[in-house]
C-alpha cells in the first residue's frame, strides 16, 4: 500500500500557496498536470524536494505520492538532496567539448573546491557551492557554457572569465576565495 | 562575399533597442499579422499555411498545413495546441534566440495557429534550463492578454482563448511530442506508440492536439502577413521559406544566420558566413542537422538525382562543399536538415572522442522503455569510452556498428534511430581512426600481458 498522503508538519506560507493555486488553475483538464511545475515550484522555495514536498504535492493534485516520486525522480533538474548556494551547470555536450568544456569543468572544480563522484552532481566541502556537468544549454554557437543558478554565462575559455564568472555570482558580495 | 542573409524571423531581434516589451513589437508592426487572420476563416487560415508549403522546423520536417489537417473533422473533443520549445538537440540554438529576444513574435504566430486548427487552450513546453524564457514569455502572454489579444475573446472576435507557459526538467526525450504530451500530463516523459498515437488525433488528454516548434509556429506569422503563395517562393520547391542555421564548433564566426532553405550551400555557410575553419585547420567532418544527423566527411563524393523545372532528371555527383542546406538534398546525400544544427569539426579532432561524447548523450537520455534503445545506447557508450581508456577490444569498431544496426526500427519512438545514427555514420566513414584505437590499445594490452 502506497503511503497515505499526510499534512504537512510545518505550515506552508500563504505565497506559496497561492502560486500553487495558480499554477494548478493553468490546468483545467487535469490537475495532475501541475506535478512539474509544483515541483518546480517547491524546490525553488525550499531548496529541494523532500519527503514532505511528495507527500504534499500529490495531496494537493489528488495524486498518490509514487505518481509525484516518479517524476521527481525522473527529470535530472528535481534533486532530493540540498544543494549548494551557488549552483553551477558545465555543458558536457560536443559544442562545447570541442570549445574547452572539460577545462572549464576543471577549472570550476578547482575554484569551488567540489569534489565527489562525477557522474552526479558534486559539492564543495563549505557547502557553498554545488557544480555538475549538464547536457546540451542550446547555446553551442557561444561554447563553452555554463549556468551559474539562473544566468547563462558564454565563452568562458579562460581562466580568468570563468573566475570572473564565478564571482559575479558569490553570495554575500565576497569573491571566490579561490583564485 | 558572403552571401547576403534573409532575415524574416530574426530581422528584428538582433536591433539596436530593440526589446522583448510588447509595445516595441507593435512599433515594428507586430500584432498586424492576427488583426488580418481574426478576419479569416479557419479552413482558410490552414489553406494559407499548405500552400506556403512550410515544412516544420523541430527536426522531421513535416508539412505543417498537412500535420494540421489531420484533426478529425468531426470530433468533439477540444483541440489543443502546444508549442514544442523544449530545444535540446545538440547544436541547435535558434528558439533560444526568438524566445529571449522576440517573444511576441512566437505569442502572435501561436495565437495564429490556434484560430486555424480551433484550439482554445494552448500550451507553450519551454525545457527547464531556459528559466529567464519562461519569465519572459509569461510577462509576454501576460501583456498580450491585457490588449486582448487572448483572453475571453481575441481581438473581439468571439474566440476565446488562453496559453500558458509550462516548464520541463532537463530530459532530452520531452523534445520529442509524445514524450512531451505524458510530460505535461505530469508523468514520466515515456513516449507513446505511433500509430495510434498521432498527436493531431490523439494527443494530450487523448484529444486532438498539434505540436508545433516555435520556429514554425514563427513562420506562420510570416505566411499571414505575406500570404502563403509569397511565401512559397522563398527558398526552392519542397523547402519553401527561411530556415534559422545554427552553426558551432571548429569555424571562425559560429552563431546564427537565416537564409532562405536551400538558397545556401553548407560549403557557403562554413566558409562565406562562418569565415572558414578557425586556426587556419582544414575541414574535416560536419553535422548537418542537429547531433543525430548522420556526419558527412570532407572529401566525400555524393550522387545526386536533381529534377529539372522541366520535370526531367539528371544525375550529378557533388562534394560536401556543393550539398544545398534543404531538406530534400540533405537526405539525398544520406543525412537530414534535421534541426539545422551545423557541428563543424577540423582536422585536428579525434572522431572516436567525438563519437564518445554524442553516445554519452545518448545513454542519459533515453527514457529506457525500450530494451534495444536502453542498453543499445548504453553498451554503445561503454564501448566507446573503453576505446577512449585504452581498453578498446579487437572486434570494437563491427561491435559497434552492429549494435547500433539493431537499435534503429525496433523502438517506440525515433531517439531509437537518432542515437543510432551517429555511430553508425561516424564508423563507417571514419572506420581507420576506430581500427588504429583499438589496434593501438590491443597492442598496449598484450604488452602489459606479458610483464
Ligand atoms: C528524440 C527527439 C527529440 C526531439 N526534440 C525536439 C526539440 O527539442 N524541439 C522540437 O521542436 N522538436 C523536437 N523533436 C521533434 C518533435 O517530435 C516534433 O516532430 C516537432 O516538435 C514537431 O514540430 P514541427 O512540425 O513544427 O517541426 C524531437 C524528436 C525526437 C525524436
Ligand atoms: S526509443 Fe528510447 S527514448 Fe524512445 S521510447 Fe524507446 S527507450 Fe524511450
Ligand atoms: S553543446 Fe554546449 S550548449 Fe550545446
Not at chain 1, 511528495?54 to 517524476?71: N, S, T
Not at chain 1, 555554463?146 to 580568468?160: A, F, G, I, Q, R
Not at chain 2, 473581439?156 to 520531452?174: M, T, W
Request: hydrophobic share 35%.
Amino acid at each position: 500500500m502506497p503511503p497515505r498522503p499526510t499534512t504537512p508538519a510545518k505550515t506552508l506560507p500563504t505565497d506559496f500557496l497561492a502560486k500553487a493555486d495558480e499554477t494548478v488553475a493553468h490546468y483545467p483538464f487535469s490537475a495532475r498536470s501541475a506535478t512539474l511545475p509544483l515541483l518546480h515550484l517547491w524546490q525553488e522555495q525550499f531548496g529541494f524536494i523532500s519527503e514532505e514536498a511528495i507527500v504534499w504535492i500529490a495531496a494537493r493534485l489528488g495524486q498518490v505520492p509514487i505518481h509525484v516520486l516518479e517524476v521527481a525522480t525522473f527529470y535530472p533538474m528535481f534533486h532530493r538532496e540540498p544543494f549548494g548556494k551557488i549552483h553551477i551547470k558545465v555543458c558536457r555536450t560536443l559544442s562545447c567539448e570541442l570549445a574547452g568544456g572539460r577545462e572549464l569543468f576543471e577549472t570550476m572544480k578547482r575554484l569551488t573546491g567540489a569534489t565527489g563522484d562525477e557522474h552526479g552532481p558534486i559539492h564543495s566541502p563549505d557547502g557553498r557551492y554545488t557544480l555538475e556537468f549538464v547536457e546540451c544549454l542550446a547555446s553551442c554557437g557561444t561554447a563553452p557554457v555554463c549556468m551559474v543558478d539562473e544566468t547563462l554565462h558564454e565563452k568562458l575559455d579562460t581562466p580568468e572569465k570563468i573566475k570572473a564568472c564565478l564571482d559575479t555570482h558569490s553570495t554575500g558580495g565576497e569573491p571566490c576565495p579561490i583564485t | 562575399m558572403p552571401i547576403a542573409e534573409k532575415r524574416l524571423i530574426l530581422k528584428n531581434l538582433d536591433e539596436p533597442g530593440y526589446t522583448a516589451d510588447i509595445e516595441c513589437y507593435i512599433k515594428h508592426g507586430g500584432y498586424e499579422s492576427l488583426k488580418k487572420a481574426v478576419k479569416i476563416p479557419s479552413a482558410g487560415l490552414i489553406n494559407e499555411v499548405k500552400v506556403s508549403g512550410l515544412r516544420g522546423r523541430g527536426g522531421a520536417g513535416f508539412g505543417c498545413g498537412v500535420k494540421w489537417s489531420f484533426i478529425p473533422p468531426a470530433s468533439n473533443k477540444p483541440i489543443l495546441l502546444i508549442c514544442n520549445a523544449d530545444e535540446s538537440e545538440p547544436g541547435t540554438f535558434k528558439d533560444r534566440q526568438i524566445i529571449y529576444k522576440d517573444p511576441h513574435q512566437l505569442v502572435e504566430g501561436m495565437i495564429i495557429a490556434c484560430l486555424a486548427v480551433k484550439a482554445h487552450l494552448g500550451y507553450i513546453y519551454i525545457r527547464g534550463e531556459f528559466p529567464g524564457g519562461a519569465k519572459i514569455l509569461e510577462r509576454a502572454i501576460a501583456e498580450a492578454r491585457q490588449k486582448g489579444f487572448l483572453g475571453k475573446s481575441v481581438m473581439g472576435s468571439g474566440f476565446g482563448l488562453e496559453i500558458f507557459v509550462h516548464r520541463g526538467a532537463g530530459a532530452y526525450i520531452c523534445g520529442e511530442e509524445t514524450g512531451l504530451i505524458e510530460s505535461i500530463e505530469g508523468k514520466r516523459p515515456n513516449p507513446r506508440i505511433k500509430p495510434p498515437y498521432f498527436p493531431a488525433v490523439l494527443g494530450l488528454y487523448h484529444c486532438p492536439t498539434i505540436v508545433n516548434n516555435v520556429e514554425t509556429l514563427c513562420a506562420v506569422k510570416h505566411i499571414i502577413a505575406m500570404g502563403g503563395s509569397e511565401y512559397a517562393r522563398l527558398g526552392r520547391p519542397n523547402n519553401t521559406g527561411t530556415r534559422v542555421y545554427c552553426v558551432s564548433g571548429d569555424v571562425v564566426k559560429p552563431g546564427y544566420y537565416e537564409f532562405e532553405v536551400g538558397r545556401i550551400t553548407l560549403g557557403e555557410l562554413i566558409y562565406d558566413v562562418c569565415g572558414g575553419i578557425r586556426n587556419g585547420n582544414r575541414l574535416k567532418a560536419v553535422i548537418p542537422g542537429g547531433s543525430s544527423a548522420k556526419i558527412l566527411k570532407a572529401g566525400e563524393r555524393y550522387k545526386i538525382k536533381e529534377k529539372m523545372p522541366t520535370g526531367s532528371v539528371f544525375e550529378r555527383e557533388i562534394g560536401l562543399e556543393d550539398i544545398v542546406m534543404d531538406f530534400d538534398s540533405l537526405a539525398a546525400v544520406g543525412s537530414m536538415a534535421g534541426s539545422a544544427g551545423v557541428i563543424v569539426m577540423d582536422h585536428t579532432r579525434d572522431m572516436v572522442a567525438a563519437l564518445a561524447n554524442l553516445n554519452a548523450f545518448y545513454a542519459h537520455e533515453s527514457c529506457g522503455q525500450c530494451t534495444p534503445c536502453r542498453e543499445g545506447s548504453l553498451w554503445m557508450q561503454k564501448i566507446t569510452s573503453r576505446i577512449m581508456r585504452g581498453d578498446g577490444r579487437e572486434g570494437d569498431t563491427d561491435l559497434l556498428k552492429s549494435v547500433a544496426d539493431n537499435i534503429a526500427g525496433r523502438t517506440i519512438c525515433a531517439f531509437g534511430e537518432a542515437c543510432s545514427w551517429p555511430t553508425q555514420s561516424f564508423v563507417t566513414k571514419f572506420r581507420e581512426e576506430f581500427l588504429a584505437k583499438t589496434g593501438a590499445a590491443k597492442e598496449k594490452n598484450s604488452e602489459e600481458g606479458s610483464l
